[in-house]
């Protein structure tokens, strides 16, 4: 299996992402690594929660730094062992174990020649240390459980959900699914693909969409379901969040950490999910 250092490592494109989300306590905390080679510009965005209360905080800039597997946008890095940086009243400081989870979906043949919009390489089961400070307030962490994401490509899709869940009770089940309405090498038509991913008691399953099943969603962005079928499996997540607890990324991105997610068949829920989605149609 790849490290976690050829996994973050800079594909080149003209646009890229690194991410890492992990919940400690009364928080929930994102932070976006953003290059956007086709405009030379860089950011860093967070989203987060103290509490139940989301903001948004960005900075901007035409300097950067991409050297194997670290990734500097103005002071602030994503290395494969670390992260820390200062955006606004926010600083945060923290380890990280990628753990052993690695989801990289493909379609045989046909991904080598990025047909789609994006890329995507992801740690589901990443585990955090250190400590983040919002407003004065410190948080400290301690074998946080989040996830560490790298993706990459010519565009964004023009609509995608996103679910990440990773806190169903005292199970050990890990979910994470990614639908998207995605252009073949940037132009019409536009196709749907995507994938759900779950790990439970050790063993990981994977349906790629339309490889070997069918993704779809229906409903509305507060209460909606994902219906993942293929051979001899059907996987049901119904997600639903409040408006208010979504934060608003632009680009028609919406995004919460106080999600909820049901795995309908088994019984299991997680109240703190990552959902996201742009330009919900």
């Known amino acids: 299996m790849p490290t976690l250092s050829e996994d973050l490592a800079s594909r080149d494109a003209p646009l890229e992402y690194w991410f890492i989300k992990l919940h400690a306590g009364d928080l929930a905390f994102l932070v976006d690594l953003i290059a956007r080679r086709a405009t030379g510009e860089a950011e860093v965005r967070l989203s987060l929660w103290v509490r139940g209360s989301g903001r948004v905080e960005r900075a901007r800039t035409t300097s950067w730094r991409i050297a194997m597997a670290e990734v500097v946008v103005r002071d602030c890095a994503i290395t494969a062992s670390t992260s820390r940086g200062a955006v606004d009243d926010i600083e945060?400081?923290?380890?990280?174990?990628?753990?052993?989870?690695?989801?990289?979906?493909?379609?045989?043949?046909l991904s080598a020649l990025h047909p789609f919009d994006l890329d995507l390489i992801s740690r589901p089961c990443s585990r955090f240390d250190g400590r983040v400070t919002v407003a004065g307030e410190r948080f400290d962490l301690t074998d946080a459980h989040?996830?560490?994401?790298?993706?990459?490509?010519?565009?964004?899709?023009?609509?995608?959900?996103?679910?990440?869940?990773?806190?169903?009770?005292?199970?050990?089940?890990?979910?994470?699914?990614?639908?998207?309405?995605?252009?073949?090498?940037?132009?019409?038509?536009?196709?749907?693909?995507?994938?759900?991913?779950?790990?439970?008691?050790?063993?990981?399953?994977?349906?790629?969409?339309?490889?070997?099943?069918?993704?779809?969603?229906?409903?509305?962005?507060q209460d909606y379901t994902l219906v993942a079928r293929g051979l001899g499996r059907t996987t049901r997540l119904r997600c639903s969040a409040e408006p208010e607890q979504y934060n608003d990324l632009g680009e028609g991105i919406q995004q919460t950490l106080l999600g909820t997610c049901n795995i309908v068949d088994r019984g299991l829920s997680d109240v703190r999910a990552g959902l996201e989605y742009r330009n919900w149609s």
């Open 92 to 109: 945060w400081d923290l380890r990280y174990d990628g753990g052993s989870a690695r989801v990289g979906p493909r379609v045989p043949l």
């Open 146 to 221: 989040g996830s560490l994401t790298h993706y990459w490509g010519r565009r964004l899709p023009d609509h995608w959900h996103w679910i990440s869940a990773n806190a169903f009770g005292d199970s050990d089940v890990v979910v994470e699914a990614v639908l998207m309405r995605t252009r073949l090498w940037g132009m019409h038509p536009a196709v749907s693909a995507g994938y759900v991913w779950a790990r439970h008691g050790g063993r990981e399953h994977m349906l790629v969409s339309p490889l070997n099943g069918i993704i779809t969603v229906s409903g509305r962005p």
